[in-house]
Structures are given as structure tokens and as C-alpha cells.
């Protein structure tokens, strides 16, 4: 959006739908097909965790995060052969969308340009220990960086909204 009066302005193309589900398609074969090291190439530089408790966590503890989690179930996401994503349920909003009484709110490390992702996963559970490998809904707030890749600015997993 722009003023008339504005005089030149550089248009953007929206985020489609078919970039957010290469984003959750990579995401999810991050585990499946063991590529661990992609996490470091799908996440902004300063992305965050979203944690129950509404407190983000840092890009570093969200590694960490995602680096133990596949390490705990390995074997187990490798046998996950089949789609999980359910990209045609996705929900998505934008910066303008979103305040802070709205469900779901804004995310604080919002900004103009994001958009805010909430894609239903067909859950999965461990076999061995009935511990969740994937939880039933992925929320990603994406971001296009300076070099106009989109990446992952915030994820978080839940069950149910």
C-alpha cells in the first residue's frame, strides 16, 4: 500500500501460499529426511521459539530445541513417510491483520512485511514412548530477509489452536 502522492514506489509481491508450504514442506523434512542442518538455513537470524507461556525464546535455544528433539526421536522421523502438513487448511494473516485482542494476537517480534502462519499437522506420535513427534498445529511467523529469501522468523507447535 502507497500514497499516490508518494511519487516512485517499490512494490512487493505477496508471501503465496505455495512459498509458505515450501517453508513447512522444509520444515518438516528437516526431521523426516534427517536434514538437520537446513534449520540453520530456514531460520531468520533472529528467530524465536514461541513458548506456552507467551515468552519467545532465542534463535540459540530454538536450535537447541529442535536439534535435541530430533536427536531424542531420530529413527522415528525418518518412518514418517507420508505428508503431514495439511496445506490446504492454512490460515494466514499479516501484520495489519493482527493486535493484540485479536486470536491469535500479534506476535511482539512482528513487523511490517510478516505474516503469520498457522498449518494443521496430522499429529504424530512416538511409537516407543507416545511422546509427540509433531503436534497437531505449526505456527510460523515468516520474514523475507535482505537477500528477499523467506525464512522462518518465529515457530512454535501446539495442540489444537
Known amino acids: 500500500h502507497a500514497s499516490a502522492l508518494g511519487g516512485v514506489v517499490a512494490l512487493r509481491q505477496p508471501i503465496s501460499n505455495e512459498q509458505i508450504g515450501d517453508i513447512v514442506?522444509?520444515?518438516?523434512?528437516?526431521?523426516?529426511?534427517?536434514?538437520?542442518?537446513?534449520?540453520?538455513?530456514?531460520?531468520?537470524?533472529?528467530a524465536v521459539l514461541f513458548a506456552d507461556n507467551a515468552r519467545a525464546q532465542p534463535r540459540a535455544a530454538l536450535l537447541q530445541v529442535l536439534r535435541v528433539r530430533y536427536q531424542q526421536h531420530a529413527q522415528e522421523y525418518r518412518a514418517i513417510h507420508e505428508d503431514i502438513a495439511r496445506l490446504d487448511r492454512i490460515e494466514r494473516w499479516s501484520s495489519?491483520?493482527?493486535?493484540?485482542?485479536?486470536?491469535?494476537?500479534?506476535?511482539?517480534?512482528?513487523?511490517?512485511?510478516?505474516?503469520?502462519?498457522?498449518?494443521?499437522?496430522?499429529?504424530?506420535?512416538?511409537?516407543?514412548?507416545?511422546?509427540?513427534?509433531?503436534?497437531?498445529?505449526?505456527?510460523l511467523l515468516l520474514r523475507r530477509g535482505a537477500d528477499r529469501v523467506l525464512r522462518i522468523a518465529g515457530v512454535g507447535e501446539s495442540d489444537g489452536r
Not at 493484540?100 to 500479534?106: A, S
Open 25 to 46: 514442506h522444509k520444515y518438516v523434512r528437516a526431521f523426516t529426511e534427517g536434514e538437520r542442518d537446513s534449520f540453520d538455513e530456514l531460520l531468520d537470524e533472529n
Open 96 to 139: 495489519d491483520d493482527l493486535g493484540p485482542l485479536t486470536d491469535p494476537p500479534r506476535p511482539p517480534e512482528m513487523r511490517k512485511g510478516d505474516v503469520l502462519v498457522r498449518v494443521p499437522l496430522d499429529p504424530q506420535l512416538s511409537p516407543s514412548t507416545g511422546e509427540p513427534l509433531f503436534r497437531s498445529t505449526l505456527t
